[in-house]
């Protein structure tokens, strides 16, 4: 079921069952709530604004909140950029807080893609003109957080971004 948020452009969602049938990685503790957002460009700032809140919620440092927030702005545009390649859809946001983490998860109906695939560090080596275009934002993301899952579910690409909480309240 879905709620009128007020943006015209994103709609919160009380649950996750777009992932009833059990997402690898999903941690046991209900959802604080989420978004679906149309997969645009324009969408992406309804999705910062629910990374920081969640951070705010979650009590996550300045740090850790930032390292949240590069992962999911990453995750999403690639979403946007790569996965739809401009074409409609929809992307699913939804995160929660645990004693000992705070999860974002995400999930998408582009072809099926696993961000771990080609992901390599960046050979420093090579000068910077001479480097191969892209993977660095995807790689930069995934090292930003403590742990990455992915798993297609029945066609849908579902991403889980975790931070452990530093238990500094």
Known sequence: MAIDSGAASAKHTAGHDWCEAGCAGTPLAAPVGGLRIPADLASLDLVAGFVLELGRSGRLSGSETYRLRLAADELATNIVMHGY?????????DGGVTPDR?????????PA????????????EVPLARRAVGGLGVFLAL????RFDYELVAGRNVSVLTIHRNHHE
């Open 85 to 93: 390649r401009g074409a409609p859809g929809d992307i699913w946001v």
């Open 102 to 110: 705070v999860w974002v998860r995400f999930a998408d109906d582009a």
């Open 113 to 124: 893609f696993d961000p771990r695939g080609g992901m390599k560090p960046p050979d420093l």
């Open 143 to 146: 090292t930003a957080v403590d």
